[in-house]
């Protein structure tokens, strides 16, 4: 699965906002918490460690709203419905060349 990464202030801030109906998942770094603010559907959240280890997932956050997880330091922006990831879960990932 290839995702895009937002790790300056205004790529973190913006999310996946303004982007198409099925983007590809968006990595903010860093990050532990995220808003829907502006935004038209909800969308799956998953909060990641330092490892990269799931540490909550909220599937579904509907716009207008706010969520964080205090040993986040990542988190996973998708489209709603996309994520399978459960808490305990820990992703691998590499730099495509």
């Known amino acids: 699965m290839h995702i895009h990464l937002a790790s300056t202030p205004l790529s973190r801030l ?3 906002l303004g982007r198409s109906p099925s983007p590809t998942p968006l990595l903010i770094v860093p990050a532990r918490s ?16 330092a490892d990269l280890r799931v540490v909550k997932v909220v599937p579904r956050l509907r716009p207008n709203r706010l969520a964080s997880a205090r040993r986040a330091v990542a988190v996973l ?3 709603a419905g996309a994520t399978t990831l459960r808490p305990g879960d ?3 990932l ?4």
């Open 14 to 16: 913006l999310g996946l």
């Open 34 to 49: 995220i808003h829907t603010f502006g935004m038209r559907r909800p969308i799956d959240v998953v909060f990641l460690d």
């Open 77 to 79: 922006e998708l489209v």
């Open 90 to 92: 820990r992703l691998a």
């Open 94 to 97: 590499t730099l495509a060349r």
